[in-house]
């Protein structure tokens, strides 16, 4: 297991990685808005970020950060469970420094998982942020 930057030559693999974990752990997301989202990830979002991945064999995970913020962290379905995610949370906790996250609200296993790592809940934001209406829990490290 190992952890490497990414660049924009590992977007097709992030995106794919991401798509699949999406429609595995966002069960309330709507078809119309994962083909939504993913134009701007591509375009726009991932490039603002930066990007580690976590490889066993191929990339497995990854996380982006964005100053002492987790941006977005995503594990392959077959992996989630297994200590990939918990692996990924402490490198950005110890290389990136970051001490915030947000989550959507409906996305119960990734608040549970994120609370068990010592993260807490500090407000709501109604309306995440692609102006859809699935609302986000911002939540910090304690």
């Known amino acids: 297991m190992e952890f490497e930057k990414l660049t924009a030559e590992n977007f097709p693999e992030v995106i794919q990685l991401w798509e699949a974990s999406v429609r595995f752990s966002h069960d309330f997301l709507k078809e119309e808005d994962i083909s939504l989202m993913k134009p701007m990830l591509i ?13 066993k064999g191929g990339l497995i995970g990854f996380y982006g950060t964005r100053s002492s913020k987790l941006e977005m962290l995503y594990v392959l379905p077959n992996y989630i469970g297994q200590g990939y995610g918990k692996a990924l949370l402490q490198h950005a906790r110890k290389f990136e420094k970051i001490d915030a996250v ?3 609200e409906q996305n119960r296993s ?33």
């Open 43 to 55: 375009n726009t979002y991932l490039q603002s970020l930066n990007l580690v991945g976590l490889y």
């Open 110 to 142: 990734a608040l549970a998982f994120y609370e068990h790592q010592g993260f807490r809940i500090v407000n709501k934001i109604e309306k995440d942020h692609w102006g859809l209406g699935y609302p986000l829990v911002h939540m910090v490290f304690d």
């Open 102 to 104: 947000e989550v959507n």
